[in-house]
């Protein structure tokens, strides 16, 4: 497996402070990868050191191209970031502009434009956004648009820092399968987060905890052991902390992620 | 205090509302309409019907009585204490021993005085909502909106502020507002629930929650412990409307071993 992200001893300090000590990840090229983290485990900051917001050299490699002074205009045209850090994240009113505004930053034709725009407002059914107001959308409808401008210019690797913290169940799992679905063609997704219902069909998990990587695992391994989860100060999605309970008083077999496979389970 | 609301309504919505808000109360608001309840009771828009504070039409003077908890805290200076002094300068308030009021705020929430000293930007997401809170009750409201202060916290912190309104309801016989977009937390901490969607529902807890088709049919998100209950009843099984998890698990536990001896 080829890796399509990789950080290589990286450190980081402000005002003597260490935040990152040789730092390592490997993100592996088509994955979904996830680094799970609580508040203040270092997520954002690991967030902006590998989308270059805090610039580092020659530390971050991103599908062959360092990351450096020289590099970073070809390297940042590879990732696509959605983050829920900005406090007023759209420069439009129109929903619309919003979507258009970047590649007409790129220099694309108009018609080209227009194209990419509408094939994403199609894969990922906002048409009921287009003519709304930005600041007249509801949090997850924010989100689902960070993402999507995410995604504008084809970057090979997205980039989410918390974006699932705003949508609801349904939200989060829709946007999930919709980038699954790009996953299959060739779209890396890094999703740091909090939030572990997020985390499900992750290939692999990543645990950041004071800014180390203390565990490289599996979801299926991660969720035996939710004390361990529990203790970073997670919170535990209501599926897995009920069956947990569940089977380790023996009322059923195995920890389950959907609440009627764990009923049948049960009340058979 | 008593607040009610008595067909009010607003041009831009299709309904009115009706419900009464009283102390030792949290009152649950989901929905995406949520914006206009706060716009209504800080007198941010022309409303039509009545808004009636202990049987009086509201007026700008109620408003010392209530205290909004925006989405997102901000901070104007570098410390907790400067923060507190003003709000102190804001409120006019010239009394000497002002620094009793700010020991008394900070204990209602739980800290120590000696965040005082802290600065803003080394303080967690968390610590700022939890000093947001401290300020907005240093005039003692009787009215506390909290707008999404649960969201984007980790497990223990969200824990954290849980109690935290759980003790202001119970302790300080606050009437709380509480807006989330996560339905389970309405479900968990509420007493009364009003639905801002595409129409306006309100009732007590079990009478929005223990009504599945209600929910289905306003397109409301159905609590997990609600959708495991109702599971439940699809195989036969009646379990009680628990609010927590340990509970739900111990009452499964029980129903379970009857099924197998």
Known sequence: ?268 | MEIKFADVSFEEINYNLNFALKPKQITGVYGKDYAYLIRFLLLNIEYSGNILVNGKEIKEKDKKNFCYLAKNPYFLTETVSDEFYLVKKELKDSSKKFIDKIVSSLNMVGLSKDYLDRKINSLSKSEKKIVQIALGLITNPELVIFEKTLSNLDGNNSNRIKKLIEELRSDYEKIIILIDNDINNIYELSNQVIILQDNFLSGSNKEIFSNIDLLKDNNIEIPDIIKFINDAKNHGKELSFSKNIKELGKEVIKNVKEINK
């Open chain 1, 1 to 268: 497996m080829s890796s399509i992200l990789s950080i290589n001893n990286l450190s980081y300090e402000i005002d003597n402070k260490i935040f990152f000590d040789n730092f390592n990840i490997y993100v592996e090229d088509k994955s979904f990868t996830s680094i799970i983290g609580i508040n203040r485990s270092g997520k954002t900051m690991l967030t902006k050191l590998i989308c270059a917001i805090i610039p580092t050299t020659d530390k971050c490699i991103l599908d062959g191209i360092y990351l450096n002074k020289e590099k970073v205009l070809k390297y940042i045209t590879k990732i696509g970031i959605a983050t829920n850090d900005f406090k007023s994240p759209f420069l439009f009113q129109k929903v619309k502009d919003e979507l258009f505004y970047p590649l007409s930053n790129l220099g694309y034709s108009d018609n080209k434009i227009e194209k990419i725009v509408n094939k994403q407002i199609k894969y990922f059914n906002m048409e009921n956004l287009l003519d709304k107001n930005t600041y007249d959308l509801t949090d997850g409808e924010k989100s689902k648009l960070l993402v999507v401008l995410a995604l504008i210019h084809n970057p090979k690797l997205l980039v989410l820092d918390d974006i699932f913290s705003d949508m609801n169940k349904e939200e989060e799992q829709y946007m999930i399968n919709k980038l699954l679905e790009l996953k299959k063609h060739g779209l890396t997704i890094l999703n740091i987060t909090s939030k572990l219902s997020s985390i499900y069909k992750s290939d692999k998990v990543f645990v950041l905890n004071n800014y180390k990587i203390e565990k490289e695992t599996s979801f299926d391994e991660l969720i035996k052991d939710t004390k361990y989860l529990e203790k970073l100060g997670f919170s535990i999605p209501f599926e897995i902390e009920l069956s947990s309970k569940l089977a380790s008083c023996n009322a059923i077999d195995n920890i389950s992620l959907n609440i009627e496979e764990m009923g049948n389970m049960l009340w058979k």
